[in-house]
């Protein structure tokens, strides 16, 4: 098998949005060429994270090998490359996308092409993939192939295209010919100086570092020397193997073949996406095309509620690490919360998704500041400042501009809902680009637009803003100048660190009222009245008072009520150990979040 | 058999008609249920040998329990425990006659709880009581008549859709019957009442608040000067028996889910008639541990009871500490803000809430929890 020449080899992803059924479609494969049996077949194999299940999104990239017997009475091996759905890992989308041949695109007959999907199929065919257009779910009766059809003719200029339902399984064998006839084989050259892609890895407590890779050229086998070509870093290989879809080592793996490799790698951080593996004894010269380094774009303060638990907050972080080389973090303080850390992510969801691992499966009570982008601010020191925490903004008076990120902002709405979308990008500080149409009733906009406004629970508005309908992508372009300054909040008299955000000077008034409003609904009224003021520098603009506790009494409390309402009040007393004390004011945590879910339009 | 000296309270857990707002252990007794438990209760009776202070005997509604069956009781309890410095049983208004309450008088029962809780006929019925505002007056002055002079009566101020006037009005009328206490509540929305299932809209905590300061005006002004948060009494009529509870100290409670504290342990009966009555017989256990009080779960309890009083806590409740030794942060921060005050009290300081902290006091307790 292992001579098996790549003509019978096919390596192919699946391109769909979340729940327009890839993980179903995989399922199908898997069952039909027998990989998994249907008894073995957990509902959808490849989520296999308990978040991912939940969520319905594929947060980490893997492959599984199938052995597929053509019409043409040939064996081919098919390997499926999983690839995260998500806009936060569109850099690991496009290492899958670059360790394949060809891409199923799966559109659902009942939405149409959404926002992330196109996004990644111009990936797709950037990289010269061969695209397969299905459209799945045809059994639905609301299902409206025609619509789906014309759409993906639109962006591929084919209307060629494998009507399936991937529940049913009807249509799906057709889709596995496809693969075989239209899917190039693999083109590397079996005898030049290894050469593989890593795509995905993963930390295993027993074996380290586990990479998955495709070979691209010559071959890899157990006990090679290998060297990474971004690090150089050498390790032995100590396992070489396939998943179909349970792990099977082999002798080793040769060019064109999809698989992972094992060689003592102690964390995530030697097994970087992207990154070419050579053979240390006889290094391929040049590595293979697109490594970079995982940039965070979008950085929090995460702080315990429990000071003591720090260190716990640090192991978390370090053992989500070891399996996340995108995660960054470093230790701050902040004079409202103590101890924690400033933390850096792809993406919104990507720290979603980390701060919920860290509170369910680490049991930390978190607080979690507003999320915050790298501006880059010119001073009159002549230095340029990365800052990624406004409280770390120099003095005005030191300031000569300040460059925010900016992103190409693609959003995919049906069409009646474009002037909405449209007021909300404005409102957002959104310039116009484009506006095209994929069928008659479906548009594309294309805004110019800080990523700071994207952070601000635009996703929710704009969800909000089409009945749930648009979907939207977004990638960094560029920074530029913008006016922004400085808002902070004052509890109680004392500016509280954490609260602070960088905001256009336009927007910082209104904001800045908005914000006060919110935290007073936040905070629940105490013994004593609080000031909530909003500043920008010293000139307030904005005062709110939660105003004191009223009523919080038990009027009875006899011989059988005593055990009850101590407990009571022990509760009451649990339920402030999860805010955090500032001065005499009582902060829960989601205030720390307010800045984010200030109104747009009260 | 346990040898203790302390309060003790009976359960009748019968009533005529369950009040809308009420989540107390009680229901419509079924035929000869009353009689079974009265016949239970007298054999849990003889479990115990107390040296009794004082007998509560309370509810649901013990007045409809039959007089035969009443007297029985009581002379069960008296042979058992008594004397007791004071008992008392709570009546209904609408389940009361001279000759029942001349019984009770003749057998002992020295102090009575009537439940009038307003002298508005409409906010009775909006409660679902069983008697009028003329019924209830009228039981007052029969029991004075009969030789009590000693009555308390419960009132509840806060109830949806009253007025600060509506409650002006009781008061008034409150303050010109013969009586030497009132327990003035304030309406707690329970879980599983038939006032929560209406889902009222309940009064804002500002008209709550005031009418609960109105009451403590108009009550201090007549005599009653207020010993607890709701309770108000003439001079030396404080009721002995559920001082007891504010104090911690140690406490039988007898019949359905009645709470016993004894030693540093706190039971709860059984809740079940069918239940209770059943083990009785068969010579089983009915009290069943509740929690086991440690040193730090009965310090916060002192505290939490302590500062239900007007004599507040000092170090005779505090293991022999002041409260400001134990807690200084916390005192500095309440005596600032004007929630707690410091008193002398024969020559040792003590501390109570001030009328401010009153309506608010479970926030304040959290700073010693």
Redesign the interface.
């Given at each position: 098998m292992q001579e098996r020449s790549q003509n019978q080899i096919r390596n192919f992803c699946i391109i769909a949005h979340i729940d327009h059924g890839k993980s179903t479609l995989a399922d199908r494969l898997l069952e039909i060429t027998n990989t998994v049996s249907q008894r073995e077949m957990k509902e959808q194999l490849l989520d296999s994270m308990e978040l991912e299940r939940e969520r319905g999104i594929t947060i980490k990239a893997k492959a599984i090998r199938m052995h597929y017997e053509a019409n043409d009475g040939k064996v081919y091996q098919l390997n499926l490359i999983d690839t995260p759905g998500h806009v936060d890992f569109s850099y690991e989308v496009s290492r899958s996308l670059a360790a394949c041949e060809g891409a199923l695109l799966v559109v659902d007959a009942t939405q149409g092409i959404e926002a992330q999907t196109l996004a990644n199929l111009y990936q797709a065919l950037e990289h010269d993939l061969k695209i397969i257009p299905i459209i799945n779910k045809i059994d639905l009766p609301s299902a409206q192939v025609d619509e789906a059809t014309q759409e993906i003719d639109e962006v591929l200029g084919s209307s060629d295209v494998y009507p399936v339902s991937a529940k049913t399984g009807q249509g799906v064998s057709v889709v596995l010919e496809a693969i075989v006839k239209e899917v190039p084989p693999p083109k590397g050259d079996m005898n030049a100086p290894f050469r593989a892609l890593i795509f995905d890895s993963y930390f295993d407590s027993y074996r380290g570092a586990v990479a998955n890779i495709r070979v691209v050229d010559g071959h890899v086998k157990v006990g090679d020397r290998i060297s990474m070509f971004s690090t150089g870093k050498t390790f032995e290989v100590t396992e070489v193997g396939t998943m179909i879809p349970a792990q099977v080592s082999l002798d080793s793996l040769s060019s064109g073949e999809v698989g992972y490799l094992v060689a003592s790698m102690r964390d995530v951080k030697d097994t970087s996406v992207g990154d070419t593996i050579i053979n240390a004894d006889n290094p391929a010269k040049d590595p293979l095309p697109g490594y970079r380094k995982a940039k965070p774009m979008v950085f929090c303060g995460l702080y315990p509620v429990d000071n003591d638990q720090f260190p716990d907050l640090r192991t978390a972080l370090e053992k989500l690490q070891l399996n996340d080389a995108s995660l960054v973090f470093e230790p701050e303080t902040s004079a409202a919360l103590g101890f924690g850390f400033r933390c850096g992510f792809l993406g919104l969801l990507h720290m979603d998704i980390i701060q919920e691992r860290l509170e369910r499966e680490y049991n930390l009570s978190l607080i979690i500041t507003a999320p915050s982008v790298i501006y880059e601010v010119f001073t009159t020191k002549d230095s340029v400042l990365e800052i990624d925490n406004p409280s770390k903004l120099p003095p005005t008076q030191e300031i000569l501009e300040i460059h925010e990120p900016m992103v190409k902002t693609t959003i995919i709405t049906p069409d009646n809902y474009v002037g909405a979308i449209m007021q909300l990008c404005q409102d957002r500080r959104g310039t116009f680009k484009n506006m095209e149409y994929l069928n008659p009733t479906r548009a594309m906009l294309t805004y110019h637009m800080p990523l700071s406004e994207i952070l601000m629970d635009f996703f929710d508005r704009l969800k909000s803003s089409s009945q749930g309908y648009a979907s939207l992508d977004y990638e960094l372009t560029s920074y530029e100048k913008a006016d922004l300054v400085k808002l902070d909040i004052l509890i109680n008299g004392k500016p509280v660190d954490a609260l602070s955000s960088i905001i256009h000077r336009d927007k910082a008034a209104y904001y800045g009222r908005s914000l006060a409003k919110k935290l007073k609904e936040v905070i629940p009224e105490?013994?004593?009245e609080i000031p909530i003021q909003a500043a920008i520098g010293s000139k307030v603009i904005a005062r709110e008072t939660v105003r004191a506790?009223?009523?919080?009494?038990?009027?009875?409390?006899?011989?059988?009520d005593?055990?009850r309402?101590?407990k009571?009040?022990?509760k009451?007393?649990e339920g402030?150990k999860r805010m955090k004390s500032i001065g005499?004011v009582e902060i829960p945590q989601e205030a720390f979040m307010a800045v984010l879910k200030v109104d747009d339009n009260d | 058999m346990t040898m203790i000296k302390s309060g003790v309270y009976v359960h009748i857990p019968f009533c005529l008609k369950k009040c809308a707002y009420c989540d107390f252990l009680s229901h419509r007794p079924r035929s000869l249920e009353v009689n079974e438990y009265m016949e239970a209760l007298a054999k849990e009776i003889e479990r115990f040998k107390v040296e009794g202070q004082t007998l509560f005997i309370g509810g649901g509604t013990p007045s409809i329990v039959p007089p035969s069956l009443m007297e029985r009781l009581i002379k069960k309890l008296d042979k058992q425990y008594g004397p007791f410095l004071e008992a008392t049983i709570e009546v209904n208004p609408g389940t009361v006659d001279l000759d029942y309450l001349k019984m009770l008088y003749d057998l002992g029962i020295d102090r009575l709880s009537i439940g009038v809780q307003s002298f508005d006929d409409d906010t009775l019925k909006k409660m679902g009581r069983i008697h009028s505002s003329n019924e209830a007056q009228e039981a007052v002055l029969k029991a004075c008549e009969v030789g009590f002079t000693n009555i308390s009566i419960d009132l509840i101020y806060g109830y949806p859709q009253t007025t600060i006037k509506t409650l002006e009005e009781t008061l008034k009328t409150a303050i010109s019957l013969p009586i030497s206490h009132v327990s003035f509540y304030g309406l707690q929305l329970e879980e599983g009442t038939e006032l929560m299932k209406e889902r009222p809209q309940m009064l804002s905590d500002k008209e709550y608040v005031g009418m609960y300061y109105r009451g403590m005006e108009v009550l201090e002004a007549s005599g009653f000067m207020q010993y607890e948060i709701s309770n108000f009494a003439k001079p030396d009529f404080e009721c002995k028996h559920n001082l007891i509870y504010w104090k911690n100290l140690e406490y039988l409670g007898l019949g359905v889910g009645a709470v016993s504290r004894l030693g540093k342990v706190r039971y709860k009966n059984i809740e079940s008639v069918l239940t209770y009555v059943k083990s009785i017989e068969d010579g089983a256990r009915t009290l069943l541990v509740e929690e086991q009080l440690t040193a730090p779960v009965i310090l916060k309890e002192n505290i939490m009871l302590g500062l239900r009083l007007k004599e507040g806590i000092g170090p005779n409740e505090l293991g022999g500490f002041s409260l400001d030794d134990l807690y200084p942060e916390a005192v500095a921060l309440l005596s600032g803000a004007g929630y707690l005050e410091q008193f002398n009290q024969l020559g040792v300081n003590r501390y109570r809430l001030t009328k401010k902290a009153l309506p608010v006091m479970n926030s304040v307790l959290s700073y010693f929890f």
């Open positions: 105490q013994l004593f506790l009223r009523k919080d009494v038990l009027a009875k409390c006899y011989g059988g005593i055990s309402k101590r009571l009040i022990e009451q007393k402030k005499n | -």
